[in-house]
């Protein structure tokens, strides 16, 4: 094992010690690496959530204040371990057969320990560009603090470049994914006795008609798939996932909601369905409950909107990984990542770590240490490049 394996698995072991379920703080982990990036001379900032119990973590080496850097992003956040049978602690990492076990191992502590390792071997080759640390909370929930992240650097008039999203992809290059957009629709009616039905607004019968909106969408949606689209389906796809709603046989329903997500190829796709559902409801279903019953209401929480990653024509990030890793060829994932939120800033986008994405999630995850020493290949490359 090479020294810097050696160490980049020391500082895995510690941040596996670091249980950061989502649902828990993650600020003892996001102090870790603050001090270790500090102490690689990165100017580091932290910016906490509202609670206060967790944080967002943005470093940067090189020049100050400077557009178009690179960024090295992860999550900190796992998922939990709860009803998973675990061979050994999730939380404490160990080894066996080459290979790292533990909670986070290969989503996706593994790039965060790589990236950190390697800072100040970094630190001291960067040139003109800057290069950037931004580890997150709260993407396995809904990519919440990679949103606020974007918004901070937004405020700050900083605009990086190039943002490599360190998910498993077994070190290959992905330069596309479908955004992840989950929502709960409500809809609000009028109780009364089945035996007269027009005297009350019936929830489950005007959810049923949003139902059968959507099912138009997801046939039209079919059709604006984009010409040469890689994915699968090319298309943007909508999905019920879950109906409920009313009491009994001969009870006018009074409340019902729609579970419902979307999974869109381009934003525009989004925009369409949003636009049209609004008109629908608007203009078709409110006004025939409100009828019967001004208090009728429709209304749709929004449980995630994460952005898709669009494959584009020109992409810088792409070809700096194709430099660095020797591939000449990328791919699309099925898997939602922060990425797509990065593009919003005008950043061209990657994903490509070390580990598989078969193994995220489960018990006994793990990420080989082949793939750890491939990562820091790529990320000595980096080094390379940034001094040239
Ligand atoms: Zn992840």
Redesign the pocket.
Known sequence: MTALLDDTCTLLGELIGFPTISSDSNLEMIAHLAGRLEHAGARVDIHHDKTGKKANLFATIGPEDVDGGIVLSG?TDVVPVSEQVWASDPFEMVQRDERLYGRGTC??KGFIAAAVTMAPMLAKRVGARPLHFAFTYD??TGCFGAQALVQTLKAQGLRPGVAIIG?PTDMRIIEGHKGCYEYSTHFSGLAGHGSDPDRGVNAVEYAARYVMRLLELKDQLRTRAPKDSRFKPPWTTISTGAMNGGVAHNVIASAARVDWDMRPVQASDARFAKDDLRDYCQNTLLPMMRAVHPGADITTEVLAEVEGLEPADENEAREIMMELTGHNETDLVAFG?EAGIFTELGMSAVVCAPGSIEQ?HKADEYVSLAQMQQCLDMLGRLGDKLGA
Request: aromatic letters at 0%.
């Open positions: 999550h989503d996706m993407e396995e998910e990542t995220a």
